[in-house]
């Protein structure tokens, strides 16, 4: 039978850097031109970073994220989903300063601290376009995601109950979903609630696909009926990978936040590339896209109208 299933696009990140790719858009005006893209091509969520406009690096400042939130809301109606994970080495107060200022309908969450490395990367880049490139990547070996229980419960406290926002649950490992069921029955987490099952990062669960059945059932175990299901994979295994969760009945996140890549050695030249490509594949499985109208019916959102931006 045809389900809705959400597509959420993640647009720029923190993950990659500039060397690693031309398309990767950093400055405010090609970031909302290439989450406007992706909107238009299905995408019902859009989840968003902000970049410093001079060199590319991973930005918590409101003033950038106000230099593109607005032209993406003019220009559609996808859900806009602003980040709360920032970076690595960004603090706690630095990650919400932008999502406390614009009280966005969504927000991602990180549900553990974590080693979350991509220094592998560094030794496949020689000529790095910017200085702090090769340090951010090579760093990555040597840094913990901080993410505590303290910490979380001040975002669902002060960005969930205060501003009216849900989350996108990120969840890159088992550990995580019982972190998460934690605060159910804390009673700072209420139904229906959204699960980002995230495979691939080096410190997290690994992309196979018996783990997305593992971390599938052991989501149903924790929380029945009470929560819609994603997937996203790192890099190679994004398409396969999320072809395999849709099966499974989950929804989808493509980006280049998360792969760089269309397909084997070939770039993707924007956004909304994958989530053309990843909308084909869906609808071949006999899948319907949810708009960004359903996916704020499904997931319980406060609606675009109650932002701060």
Known sequence: MARKVIITCAVTGAVHTPTMSP???????????????AAQAGAAILHLHARDPADGRPSADPAVFAQFLPAIRGATDAVLNLTTGGSTSMTLEQRLAAPLRFKPEMASLNMGSMNFSIHPMAA?????????ERAYVEGTEDTI???????????????GEGCGTR?????????????????????????PFFIQTILGILGGIGADPENVGFMRQTANRLFGADYHWSVLAAGRHQ?????????MGANVRV???????????????????????IRR???ELGHEI???????????LKGADHVAF
């Not at 496949?124 to 702090?132: I, R």
């Not at 890159?172 to 019982?178: F, S």
Request: charged letters at 25%; a neutral charge; one cysteine or more.
């Open 23 to 37: 398309y990767l858009p950093l400055t405010p005006r090609d970031i909302a031109a290439q989450a406007i893209e």
């Open 124 to 132: 496949k880049l020689k000529d790095w376009k910017h200085g702090w």
């Open 145 to 159: 995601f901080r993410n505590t229980f303290r910490d979380i419960r001040r975002i669902l406290q002060e960005l």
């Open 167 to 191: 989350f996108e649950f990120e969840c890159y490992d088992l550990g995580h979903l019982y972190s998460l069921a934690h605060f159910v029955d804390a009673g700072l987490v209420k139904p």
């Open 239 to 247: 398409m396969p990978l999320l072809t395999h969760a849709a099966v």
């Open 255 to 277: 980006g280049l936040e998360d792969s760089l890549y269309l397909g084997r050695g070939q770039l993707a030249t924007s956004n909304a590339e994958q989530v053309r490509k």
């Open 281 to 283: 594949l869906l609808e």
């Open 290 to 300: 949810a708009t960004p109208a359903e996916a704020r019916q499904m997931l319980g």
